[in-house]
């Protein structure tokens, strides 16, 4: 299956994201996970991409679409992936659809996480991520590691993401309103988008997610 996952800034993305291409079979490619992989490292991409994200803005589709496509191209994404965090505006998501056409290929679903901001707000101010993997995903509340501070998936050390103070987090939602929220009614117009809410336990939103998908197809 080629899917997108779609939803604001701390909706659950990441974190269903992992089960749902568990579930699936299918690699979990988020374009926030890969910048920051490329800021760990400290490449050129990482410097550039760090200081978009830092204030919360989008890094530029020229770079952006690019890396998406390269990580698409890799082959344990030949037969399907989950797409996170990518396209995140309409121009990327018609350079996605171009680039799917060459390849002959379509999308199964857009999977719209629904979730009220006072929530998301909440789950972002207590995500703590792992410095060797973010999309090692975990909250001080909500999703305790075993032991604290330490990742239970790979024993890195967790840490709050730079982009999640106060003020970028108000940025990257008015980002997602104005910038990625369009691109739900680009794809609602090819018949794609499948809502559901991400509300209640981790578990019970991806059997809600898994069942809307079979649904779907
Ligand atoms: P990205 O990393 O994609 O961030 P985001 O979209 O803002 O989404 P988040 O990762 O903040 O949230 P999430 O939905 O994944 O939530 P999570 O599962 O962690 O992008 C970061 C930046 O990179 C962008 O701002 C931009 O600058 C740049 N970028 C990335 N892609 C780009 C693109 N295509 N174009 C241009 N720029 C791009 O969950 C959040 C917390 O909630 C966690 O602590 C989790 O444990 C907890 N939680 C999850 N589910 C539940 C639940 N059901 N109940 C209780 N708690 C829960
Ligand atoms: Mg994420």
């Not at 269903?16 to 374009?31: D, E, G, R, V, Y």
């Not at 990742?151 to 309103?177: A, F, I, M, N, P």
């Not at 018949?191 to 079979?214: F, H, N, Q, Y």
Request: charged residues 30%; hydrophobic residues 35%; negative net charge.
């Amino acid at each position: 299956m080629r899917i997108v996952l779609v939803g604001p800034p701390g909706a659950g993305k990441g974190t269903q994201a992992a089960f749902l291409a568990k579930n699936l079979s299918i690699p979990h490619i988020s374009t926030g996970d890969l910048f920051r992989a490329n800021i760990s490292k400290q490449t050129e991409l990482g410097k550039l991409a760090k200081s978009y994200m830092d204030a919360g803005n989008l890094v530029p589709d020229e770079v952006t679409i690019g890396m998406a496509k390269d990580r698409m191209a890799q082959p344990d994404a030949e037969n399907g992936f989950l797409l996170d965090g990518f396209p995140r505006n309409v121009s990327q998501a018609e350079a996605l659809d171009v680039a799917l056409k060459a390849d002959d290929v379509k999308l199964d679903a857009v999977l719209d996480l629904e979730v009220p901001e006072d929530e998301v707000v909440k789950r972002i101010a207590g995500r703590r991520i792992c410095r060797k993997d973010s999309s090692h995903v975990f909250h001080v509340t909500y999703s305790q590691p075993k032991q604290e501070g330490v990742c239970d998936v790979c024993g890195g050390q967790l840490y709050q993401r730079e982009d999640d103070s106060e003020d970028t987090v108000r940025k990257r939602l008015e980002v997602y309103h104005t910038q990625t929220e369009p691109i739900i009614d680009y794809y609602r117009t090819q018949g794609l988008v499948v809502t559901i809410s991400a509300l209640g336990k981790v578990d019970e939103v991806t059997k809600r997610a898994m069942d809307a998908l079979k649904g779907d197809k």
